[in-house]
């Protein structure tokens, strides 16, 4: 069955343009805005909902849903769907975010676009299936083994479940690489408002094919269509091409290099940088209340949401506090965290783990800026008493 | 403003649902900002269930609640299991044939909104007059708009059943007095 | 030498110019590895069938059979170890128009790939698969595989093998699959006969190719030299038919003789629907009944 984009049968299967839902299932429909065609998962808690969602819009906009046998079936599916020239996700939480990390680095290394949501809930293993949590910050980062850069994004709310759903397909076809969806089980589980934006209210990125003569054709090296871009041309499978894809160290033109050290270096060199070489481009953040702000909360994903509460709490005061908000945790934005610590005397980091995000951000600070550490773990969002607390504290 | 509601009942009642009803009256057919979240888990298959909802005028932050202002209860045991932070001027709403011990040495309101669903031929609408109770007692949510949420949420054929409820369960906070 | 092999050995030169992949050669196969006649006998049911290679798309796990899509000049995805079958099930499904054919070996499809390979056949997804099976793990050096025959010598087997070994054909057929077949590499013919049936077929066809490798499992389990190794296949093996026929009629002491033996032929050949086909149905099923609702609603 071939899928084509059809924004009107979208509109009418996802219903109003306002509604009340749950996160995880405004990932679905940022997935079927986005023009997702293939949907490959495995149950788990607290991202289920997410696979629910997607068995029940995609067959109605003529795309497809399967629920693989595990997670490392439901990326591999997701990258030869992309392959096919889908664009493809899976959504997961930590046990199964674990069983992906292999192929994750194998969509790394061949430059697949593709989206991984991941519902993040407390561990390690089995951990609190029910509850939220921001624990894998940095296996996004750093789950495969190799080299890589990591472009992640991380919600704060149902709405922008959606959007940053549809974010994550934009960055991953623009740099044909895959894309992780940082929620929580906290985001996907509350149920908000969103409204679906109409199809002139929305930007979507679309790879950029292969279309040079196939004799001049070079797989794997800066586009040869973009200038100045380091993503090369995607050789969709069935035109023509006659692409190999391998996850072993290639040449330009695919072809297996393993004991050809400039081979590597000029690989991964390309593969990381493309993503780098952006860094401020892609920063995107959110500022609340910085302009006088001395104390900043640098937070993301769920634990904005109490921080910010903190943020209004302060200011009602008249204390100087504000917050920066990453909306875009990977590749980390080094620069407008540098900024910010040199504007503010003190740097809070909540977040729900043992202390993650705040290690890049204590690297990338002014050494003279008081970075504190406000970890939170067990399946609970912080409550904005105790980031108050800590606030009078400094 | 702000408000915290908690509903609760037994798994299978639809307090998930009479959460979600309000959540959805408050923000997508009135003005205001709405979160609804849910205990999750082993809940689902039976046990006390509860829903909360919080109303704002202004952004929500923190999405869970921090008290309770209106506290709805379908069912004894969920009654006594997420009572311990009700305050003195908590508002409790209860249908006494579900929540037999219910003196607690203070007023609230009782609504026998099981047997409105019952005299309308069926039980399962039992959430749903209390939802049209809530709103007639809980002065909050205007009732067009709660009826609006509640047309928008169940199943096209049982619309009518379900506005029935919902207008009896009105009617009936409407009248109710704390006792 | 008769005119007619003659005429078919200038063929197979001319087979390998339009098909193998220019820039990958030579192969990683050793001297008397029998991959080298599965990627021959695909040419030829390729050529057959007569299938527009743009529209052939292959897939691999990992181990010295899943190089050979490297090899064929046609779109190739050479995945991760033993997960060729889940990429390919993608692959599928986003161009149905594709001619899905997996290449994977013993340890590959049977060992670390085992789940994947149960439910692609159980799905009865639209896919080929070329299992070339030779009881061991010969691009790591000779570990031991699922597939190895009890007593089979093997680096991490030293004392020889103590464990059942898989028997995937059987596998297939119980699972469903719609083609099933398994010949050792060294028959000329009915290789090519069922990769071009595997590939014609709808559903997911298993075509188990016993290769020889005398680097890793033939020298270390004394089984002689490459020729000797070559002829082990013929003495170790036998037609289904030729089985069916002993157990049910023959003397015990024919019966024993063939305990051991390896059944080969074609196992299955059914025509069930798959899950890319009602997949369509009830999409199409769901299309229908949302625009009648639209124009029930416009109305």
Known sequence: MKYERDPERIRRVLGDKVQFIQGDMAVTYGAVLAGCSFFGGYPITPASEVAEGAARLFPRVKATFIQMEDEIGSIGAVIGAAWSGAKAMTATSGPGFSLMMENYGYAIMTETPCVIANVQRTGPSTGQPTLGAQGDMMQARWGSHGDMEAIALAPSTVQESMDMTIESFNLSEKYRHPVCLMTDGEVGHLREKIVIPDEDEMELVERVPATIDKEQFIPFTDSQTQEGSKVPDFPTFGTGYRTYVTGLTHNEKGFPATDKPPDHQRLIKRIVSKITDDREALTNVEKIELDDAEIAFVTFGASARPAESAVRMARKKGMKVGMLRMKLVWPFPRKVVHDLSKKVNTIIVPEMNLGQMVHPITEYAAKDCEIISAPKVGGEMHLPDELFEILEGV | MKKEIRICGFGGQGVILAGFIIGKAACVFSDFNAVQSQSYGPEARGGAARSEVIISDEKIGYPRPTGVDLYVAMAQEAFDTYRSDVRDDTVIIIDPDLVPKHDIGRPLYKVQVQKIAEELGNKIVTNIAMVGAMTGIYDLLDKEAVKKAVIDSVPKRFTDLNINAFEKGYEAGKNARPE | ?299
């Open chain 3, 1 to 299: 030498m008769s005119e007619e092999v003659k005429k078919k050995m200038i063929d197979a030169n001319e087979l390998r110019d339009k098909y193998l992949r220019e820039g990958m050669l030579p192969t990683i196969f050793c001297n008397g590895c029998g991959h080298g006649n599965a990627i021959d006998y695909t040419f030829w049911a390729i050529e057959e069938l007569g299938l527009d290679m743009d529209k052939v798309a292959l897939a691999s796990g990992i181990g010295c059979s899943s190089r050979i899509p490297g090899y064929i000049n046609a779109d190739g995805l050479h995945t991760t170890h033993g997960r060729a079958l889940a990429f390919a099930t993608g692959i599928k499904a986003a161009n149905p128009d594709l001619h899905v054919i997996v290449f994977t070996g013993d340890g590959d499809c049977t060992g670390i790939g085992g789940n994947h390979f149960i439910h692609a056949a159980r799905r009865n997804i639209d896919m080929t698969v070329i299992l070339l099976n030779n009881f061991i793990y010969g691009m790591t050096g000779g570990q031991l595989a699922p597939t190895a025959p009890i007593g089979s010598i093997a680096t991490t087997a030293p004392y020889g093998n103590i464990e059942q070994a898989f028997n995937i054909s059987e596998l297939a057929k119980a699972l469903g699959a719609n083609y099933v077949a398994r010949w050792p590499i060294s028959y000329p013919y009915q290789p090519i006969k069922s990769i071009k049936d595997g590939i014609a077929k709808k559903g997911f066809s298993l075509i188990e190719l016993m290769s020889p490798c005398p680097t890793a499992y033939g020298r270390r389990n004394r089984l002689g030299n490459i020729e000797a190794l070559w002829n082990w296949y013929e003495e170790n093996t036998i037609l289904i038919e030729d089985y069916e026929k002993i157990i049910n009629y023959g003397t015990e002491e024919e019966k024993n003789s063939i305990k051991e033996k390896f059944k080969i032929g074609v196992f299955q050949d059914v025509d069930k629907p798959g899950f890319f086909g009602e997949y369509e149905k009830l999409v199409n099923m769901l299309i229908e009944k949302d625009d009648a609702k639209l124009k029930g609603g416009s109305q």
